[in-house]
């Protein structure tokens, strides 16, 4: 399984990105896929996640600005930032794991890509 994500960067305070996680070698046919983030000297946090079925969940800091999407045709999936503020910042990965439950994702994935640098300035 091989994750790899894109999109990364650097943006003013107010700004949007959009990174995507292009995954390949997985074949599960229910799964869950997430973003996490990793400031420095922070713990690493689940931004939001989405199930195969199509549910989503999202830590409350980033409700109603991101949104994870998943184009199963490209094998890719996405997160849309929107309104970005300086506390976003930090090391981006996405991660994608099997799950045997329907709408319920675990807490650790197994699969992970290498992150993407996201900074924002004011």
């Known amino acids: 399984v091989m994750l790899v994500e894109s999109g990364g960067g650097s943006v003013q305070a107010g700004g949007s990105l959009r990174l995507s996680c292009e995954v390949s070698g997985f074949t599960a046919s229910r799964y869950c896929m997430a973003w996490f983030r990793q400031a420095p000297e922070k713990k690493r946090e689940r931004v939001a996640r989405i199930h195969s079925d199509g549910t989503t969940a999202y830590v409350d800091s980033v409700k109603g600005r991101f949104t994870i999407s998943n184009d199963k045709d490209k094998n890719t999936f996405y997160l849309q930032m929107n309104s970005l503020k300086p506390e976003d910042a930090g090391m981006y990965y996405c991660?994608?794991?099997?799950?045997?439950?329907?709408?319920?994702?675990?807490?650790?994935?197994?699969?992970w890509g290498q992150g993407t640098q996201v900074t924002v300035f004011s």
């Open positions: 991660a994608a794991d099997s799950t045997g439950l329907p709408a319920v994702c675990a807490r650790e994935y197994r699969n």
